[in-house]
């Protein structure tokens, strides 16, 4: 059986009974941020600078001929630790979309839900289209549960377009066509 240990604790001397010194501390920190810039921002019309690594909301991006870059290779949603990522494959019909033929799949459906979501970033570090971006939105709010949901359309609309230094699709449209020439 452990045996308890009594600590003794020494006794407070005489100016430590009055709290004079931990008054006199507390007031040398008071006046010593009272005399500082404010730092206050007046949010929303002023807002703060945002790192450049800094990792905000997930959204899904699109090339710069428009086209979406997601193939629905579902990594994202493997990945996901909070399991915020539900996606649905779908196909894409050639014959509506002629130049996106040679491509096998695209989200029918994509969400993301923001409740869920920790901004780890992992969704787009997976990513192998560099489809999905954490973008510098940082205020995210609604109503209800439902509202933050962000469906595909809500992600492609917060994400936008951004360059594509691989440019894939062209080439491989490009080497398609010039195989077809010989």
């Known amino acids: 059986m452990a045996k308890t240990k009594v600590l003794e604790r020494k006794p407070l001397t005489p100016m430590e009974k009055t709290f004079l010194p931990q008054i006199v ?90 409740l869920r979501c920790i901004y780890c970033g992992l969704c787009q570090e997976v990513c192998p289209e560099e489809a999905i971006f954490l973008q510098d939105v940082f205020s995210l709010s609604g109503y209800s549960r439902e509202e933050m949901i962000n469906n595909k359309e809500k992600l492609y609309e917060l994400g936008g377009t951004l360059p594509d230094q691989h440019s894939k699709w062209d080439k491989k449209k490009a080497a398609e066509q010039s195989g077809n020439a010989h």
Request: glycine share 6%.
């Open 25 to 114: 501390s507390g007031l040398k920190t008071t006046f010593g941020t009272m005399m500082q810039k404010d730092v206050t921002l007046q949010y929303p019309e002023e807002r703060p600078n945002i790192p450049d690594n800094y990792r905000g909301v997930p959204t899904l991006v699109k090339d710069p001929n428009g086209r979406e870059k997601c193939v629905s290779c579902q990594l994202c949603e493997f990945v996901c630790p909070p399991k915020a990522i539900r996606m649905t494959p779908g196909g894409i019909d050639a014959e509506a979309d002629p130049e996106r033929a040679h491509v096998e799949k695209a989200p029918k459906e994509f969400d993301i839900n923001m």
